[in-house]
Each structure stands twice: as C-alpha cells, then as structure tokens.
C-alpha cells in the first residue's frame, strides 16, 4: 500500500521513523557485532576490554583453533542437509499438490493429523525413532540423519505447498485435466511453473531448520557422523584451563555462517515467496 | 474431482489416473501414522507404565500423572511456559507488526534494513543461546559496558536471577523471531488491497487510523500464521534454554521440554518423562484444535 | 596445512570412508562413548586410544561433550533401544546394575582372572564393577570429592595462617577474606557443584554415619531430623561466601578465579587439580588441598569406568571381542593408569602402583583411601552418582539447587521437601 500514500517530504514524522528504523537495526545488530568482534580479539583483550571495544591487535587465531576442532563436521552437515531438503521440498511439494487440486476422501483429515506434526515436540518421538533407525541399520551415519529429517520435516514442506496452490484457481486445473491432460503432466507443466516463489520459501526454511538441528543431530549421529552444530555444543560446552570465547565465537560463525549467508543473499526471495501465498492462512 | 471422472469412460490410464493421487500421498501417509501417531501412541501407553531407565510395559496406571502433578519442578515449568510464551509471542508481534508498519513507508534502503530485522532468524539456538549468554554476563556483557560508558549505577544480573531469568529467554527469543514476524507482514501488507485505503483516504481517515481500523483486521489470516509458527518456536524452545542457562539457577527457567528431556534420558524416569510429553500434547491440542477446525472448515467454503 | 589443502584432504577421506571401514573389520574396532572431552581428559583418553592402536586394533570415539554426561547418556539410551550399543561406555556406580539388569553388558570374567583384578582392587571398588557377580565394566580411576582447594597467597593477604580444620575456622577464614576484599568461596551455580557442597556439608555436620543414612539409606527420619537442618542452614551460610553471579557458571572458571588470586577457596573433587597444573602451579606450595573441614578420615569417592557392552549380532565378530577385551585389559595397566591419573587428577585404581611419581595432593589422597577403606571410611559420593539411582540424584538435586539460589529458602522445611522428592522418585 505503499505507493498510496504520496511523496514523502522529509516532515518530522519521517525522521522519527528512520530513527526509530535505524535504533531497532542497531539492536538487532549488536549480537552479531559482539560475537565477530570477540572472535578476532585474543583472550586478554576479552577479559580487560569491553563487548564493543575494537580488538587491540585483529588475531585469526580464535578462527582458526575453531576451523580445526568443528570444520570437518562442516562436510557431514553438508552431506546431511543438501539432500534432506531436496527430498522433504519434492515429497512436500507433491503432497501439497495433491491436498489441494485431487482432494479425495479422507485427505483432509490428513492434512489436519499432518498438521498436528508441526507442533510435535520432537522429544516425544526420540526412542521409537531412534529404535526404528536402528532396525534399519542407518544409526550413527548421515544417512540415518538425511531419513530422520524428511520425515519430520514433511508436515512443514506439505503446510507451505497446499497453502500455496490452495490460492491458484482450481478452474485452472480443471481445464488441463478436461484436455486429458494427467496427474504428472499438470503437476510439470502448470503448477511447478508458477510454484518458483513458495519452492524458495520452502528450500530456505528446510535449510534454515535441518542446518541448526541440535537434537536429532545429538541422538541420532553422534561421534564420527555428528553435524556441526553438535560439534560446537561439544567445544562451547566443554572448557579447558581458561574459557576461550574468542575460539568459542568463531565456531558459532563458522556453524551460522551458511544460513546467514542464504538469508542475506536468498532473503528476498524468502519474503517474495511469503508475499505470494506462504502466509494466506 | 469426482464429477470429472465420472465424465470419462473408465480405462486402465484412468483408473491409475485416479488411483495416483493416493499412492503419490500414501508413503507420506505412512510415514504420519507410524512416526507421528504410533510413536506418539507408544510414548502415551509408556506413560501408564513403571518405566524408570529403559521402556518397561509393567501398567501402573495414572501414578505417574500424579507424580507430575506432585512435582513441584513441573509446575515452574508450567509456568515459565505461559509467561515465556506469553511474553514471546505478544511482543514478537506486536514489535513485528510496528516494524513492518514503519518500513512500509517507503523507506529507503528497504531491502538491507529487512535483512538485518530477519538475520537472526537464520541463526540456531544453540548460537542465538551462545551469543546471548555472554551479553547478558552480569560482570562481563552489557552489564559491565555500560558501567565502563560511565553509567555508574548499571546492574544487569537478571541471568542469575531466580526471579528474572524467564525475561532473559523471551529477549532472546524475541530477538530472534521478531524480525520474522515483521517479514510476514510486510508481506501481508504488500498484498492489501490499494482501492479500499485509497476510499479511506478520501474519507479524510488519517494514516494510524487507517492502519488499526482497516488494514491490520485484513491482516486476520498473517495474525494466525505467525501466532502458529510463535507458538511452535515456543513449545520446542529446548535449545535456547540448554545453551542459555541449562534451566537454572536452580530450576527457575527450566520448560517443560526441558523437563521431559531431562526426567526422560539423564534421569531414568521414562515414565514421569512420557506423562509431562502427553501433558505438552494435551495443552497443545487444546490450542490447535479449534484452529485447525476452523481453518479446515473455511477452506471448504472456498 | 593451510585451510584450502585441509579441506581437500577432508573431501578425499571422506570419499575413502567405505574402504577403510572395510579394513576396520578384519582388525577389530571399538567403539567407546564417553564424556572426557576437556583438555587433561581428552590427552588422558588419547593415552588409551594409543595404547589399543598399538596392539593391532581400531578405536572409533564418540566423544560427547554436555551436562555431565548427560548428553551422552542419552545417546547411549537411543543406541541401545535401537539395537546398536558401543563396545565400551563411560557409566558408573549404580548405573552399571541398571544396565546389567537389562542384560545388555557382557562379562569380563576371562579379563579380570587372567590379570587378577579382585587382588589388584580395593572390595569396594570391584563391587562397583560388578554386576551379579562378575565384572562388567572396567574401573580407570578413584576421585575424591571431600577436598578443599587454597591458594595460600590470597590465605596470607586476608591474614589466615592456616588451613581451617573444621566449619568454625571455614567460616572465620571466609570471614577474613571478604574482609580483605576477595570473593571467599569460588563456585558455579550449577546443580552437581550445589550438591557437591551439599554432600560435603552432611558428612562434615553428621559424619560417616549419618552420610550413609542419608544417601544409601535414604533414611526418612535422618533427612528430616535436626541435623540436616542445621545442614541447610550451614549451606545458607557457605552459600553467603560465594558470589552473586555463580550461576551457571563452569567448575573450571571458578577454579580459575582461585588460580588467578581474586577468590581463596573452592570445593571441588581432584579434578580441579588438572586446572591447576595446566597453569604450572605446584602443589603443595603454589596451592594447598585439604580435606573438607570436618570431614578428615573420610573419603567420598568418584569412580570412573568403562562398562563393555554385548555386541549387537552385526559387530560380534572375535576381532571386535578381542579389541573390546584389549580395551579392559590396557585400562587396569600400569602404564595407562599412571597418565590417565596424572592426566585426571584422580589416583589409580590399583593397590600396588608406585605413587611417588604423583604430587602431594595426590600421594594424600592415596594414603587417605588405604586408610578409610581400613576403617570402613570410605563413601560414595551422591553428587557424582556413585551412591543412588539418578532418579533420587536427580530429587536430590532439585531440592539442593532451588535452596541454594532462593534467598528466601527455609533450612527447616528443605529437609522435608527433599524427602518427599526421594519418596516419588523411589
């Protein structure tokens, strides 16, 4: 509604709401801003200075102590995420296709029990799961992981999919299906073209989620197949003689680092897809 | 899609035409009712049993509710829930909403404000926990800067305060969330229909009126959605309280999944455990059924 | 190696994973789980792992760090209900017949004879590794808890001459270094320290009698009777020595704050000792341990041991047995109990070692177990789950935790409220 309200004159209204813009940025900053800061100091520079104070000499040796211990946890969450979101992203996709435009009896009803799955509190279903991985010999690799997080990340992926066709016009559909054409061919040919937007939005929050899991992580992969975040709750929560923040804080950068990254330069993709449907109730 | 099939004559390409919808949906509808609803079912029939280090199947009935009950640690978990997620979700909103509203005046560099409002969502709570626990220090974060900015008085010691400490987790998640939410509806807000707020304009309603009386109300469906997703970052706040302050002091910020955690795995307790996870789904059910009742309902409308 | 050529070899290993999983099989590996994860832990563990590498077999760690062990209990629960337990695990005490009773461990009693372990251990320690009779797991070390750790310098400046005996002369010492301006009592508030502090307060105020009423017993008249309220109100007390923002805060970072001269004492197991020799200090001259006042005689012990598991059908090959029995036989050796406990802080586990390569703390400490193990001294610590369930550790604690960190808190009524807790978690 923004281009309905005239030309902004730089009234005292206007400077009232960039300041407040801006002061709220600034918070929002701050954390990050501490945590690169005490990343580069070296101990003693974080003991007498202060959480803003600039880094007396700039030391790379909190990055690299860091590197050392959690970057070769890096790579398995690597191998853990990229296809887990692949393969939630296309079982959620053709779920949401199906909840919206080849409704059947009954499919409603499992739209509803799936919902329900986004609000489970994982730790009600840790042992049978944990038992089931097991059974299928897939404990402790990254395989189990990649399984564990398409199962339960399917109630988010189907959520934003069928919200997402929901809104496209059934009559659409209709027309193809009048001209014969089938369930897969419709899918391909008229859906997934349009589904660009919500496929962003969806990849992005899988990312964002199956990356910073700590608790599957924890039961299902510990030792040799552990993600990073792991791997940092292992160094952060385990300290040797004097606590080492600055080595502390470059491994949380190093085990962010990807997702920020995603929602810097993915970010307006994100809330395009959020604009076109994602968030229509 | 009934009325379609019945139009056509029935070939095998049609009857898989009209089976493959249910076997494109059936793994995922395995895939529910055994990972979601059998194991939920398997952890309610644990929580009738004696169950202390390992799954038992000895039946002893409600005793393990009424040890819950008894239990005083449950009931501040309880209750650091309704003031944690309370707090959480009203303030994320209402700080979501009056971001959202002020960038939506045309502002410039938009798109590199947004990005810092939403980064910290893209963060996990182990890092947000992480980050926040060494600024809240009392002696060394933000409690000693202030003091070394000269404002000699400043005490900040609510991490290590019995009473506080619940307002330290909301800051946290609020910092994280909050930027998410403003996302929402800025989106939501992109999508309001021009014609109504122009004919408001023309009325001479002012700009805050138009804001609370119009467009916010349109915004009902953003309301929920975001309430929904609040909600399900509280329930699941595990994280953040592990790595923020491990339930402490004491057992003054702890959360029932904290709880369940705990009594379940580091106790040996699976019974108390499986009763306080079907007491979090009891309270969760008693606020998503009526949503999700009426968002099924409407959606049949459309 | 710089961190481009670093990441290659990571892609390159990690390609290689299938073969050399392959080779593991024909050797023999094991897998242990445990929680030793800080610096002198961590190089002790090494010492293991080399020690098995070096006898022609492959160990696999899996390391997990958090909550004490916590994390890791929860990992070896999930691997156990699925069907896929580790060849050796870090549990203690009565955790091990809990874990026996599952039948889930095996037993070492080829091990154990051939090298004579009943005569090597004290009774009472290889009772604790014994599950029906036979040995399952392997004990590594002997932590006491009951010490009190000075840094005689900060003693010197707040004017105390010597190390307090009894609560009388703890309490004027912290007097003196408030006075002096240094925190008097170093701690964490974090609920094993409470209890540690807790546990060593009953022994001290209702000696080795009533410790074992208390905590072995769990004795209802003993935990609401007169003397454990006069031990609440004495943690009040200590607790008034320790500074406001303890919350949370590690074992180790309080022992730094003693380390650096800004507080006088902390009550800690042996374990703080590595602290200390991490930042060269000596002791017996650069720091002091002593028993906790009142509590001379006594010896509240922490043990540490590898339990073995049965192999799941998949990895019961004899190559995986043998490895798994040469993890429990390198563990008892001289060799590797002389670094680990160096390492630890802790003594060996066995009688006849040489202990003039310990320092002081260490030779007292092994000199203090003979003697309590003669006289029938020696006591299981409750905060490090070496003497009830976790279930009543875990009331206990509860109870200790909130005491400490309510101002408010009534000595009365706390011994009431932690029996009930007991009660519901039996």
Known sequence: ?281 | MSSVAVMRKTSPFDALQRWLPKLVLAPSMLIVLVGFYGYIIWTFILSFTNSSFMPSYKWVGLQQYIRLLDNDRWWVASKNLAVFGGMFIGISLVLGVFLAVLLDQRIRKEGFIRTIYLYPMALSMIVTGTAWKWLLNPGLGLDKMMRDWGWEGFRLDWLVDQDRVVYCLVIAAVWQASGFVMAMFLAGLRGVDQSIIRAAQVDGASLPTIYLRIVLPSLRPVFFSAFMILAHIAIKSFDLVAAMTAGGPGYSSDLPAMFMYSFTFSRGQMGIGSASAMMMLGAILAILVPYLYSELRGKRHE | MNAITRLATVISLASLFPFSALAADAKGTVEVVHWWTSGGEAKAVKVLENLVEKDGYEWKDSAVAGGGGAAAMTVLKTRAVSGNPPSAAQIKGPDLQEWGALGLLTNLDEVSSQNNWDKLLSKTVSDTMKYDGHYVAVPVNIHRVNWLWINPEVFKKAGIDKAPTTLEEFYAAGDKLRAAGFIPLAHGGQPWQDSTVFENLVLSIMGADGYKKAFIDLDEKTLTGEKMVEVFTALKKVGGYMDENRAGRDWNIAAAEVINGKAGMQIMGDWAKSEWTAADKVAGKDYQCVPFPGTQGSYTYNIDSLAMFKLSAKNNTPGNIAAQNDVAKIALEPEFQYVFNQNKGSIPVRNDLDMSKFDACGQASAKDFAEADKNAKLEPSMAHNMATSLAVQGAIFDVVTNFMSDKNADPAKAGKQMSSAIKAAR
């Open chain 1, 1 to 281: 509604m923004s281009n309905q309200l005239g030309k902004p004159a730089l009234s005292l209204s206007r400077v009232a709401i960039y300041a407040t813009l801006l002061l709220a940025a600034a918070v929002y900053l701050i954390p990050l801003v501490v945590m690169l800061l005490t990343s580069f100091k070296s101990p003693e520079d974080i003991r007498t200075g202060n959480l803003l104070s600039w880094p007396q000499v700039i030391d790379g040796i909190g990055w690299i102590k860091a590197w050392d211990t959690v970057g070769g946890y890096f790579w398995n969450s690597v191998k853990i995420t990229v296809p887990a979101v692949l393969i939630s992203t296309f079982i959620g996709a053709m779920n949401g296709y199906v909840l919206s435009m080849w409704r059947f009896r009954g499919s409603q009803l499992f739209f509803g029990l799936l919902l329900f799955g986004c609000f489970l509190p994982f730790q009600t279903v840790l042992l049978p799961a944990s038992f089931t991985v097991g059974k299928l010999g897939l404990a402790n690799t990254t395989t189990g992981l990649v399984l564990v997080h398409v199962v339960y990340g399917l109630a988010f992926t189907t959520l934003f999919f069928r919200n997402y066709y929901v809104s496209i016009p059934d009559a659409l559909v209709k027309a193809a299906r009048l001209d014969g054409a089938g369930f897969f061919t419709i899918f391909g040919r008229i859906l997934l073209p349009m589904s660009v937007p919500i496929i962003m939005v969806c990849l992005i929050w899988q990312f964002t989620q199956i990356w910073n899991d700590f608790l599957f992580g924890v039961v299902f992969a510990s030792g040799d197949a552990q993600p990073i975040t792991v791997a940092l709750n292992n160094l952060v929560n385990t300290s040797t003689g004097a606590k080492e923040y600055n080595v502390d804080m470059a491994a949380a950068m190093i085990a962010g680092l990807p997702t920020l990254l995603v929602y810097i330069f993915a970010g307006k993709y994100f809330l395009r897809g959020l604009t076109s449907g994602a968030v229509k109730g």
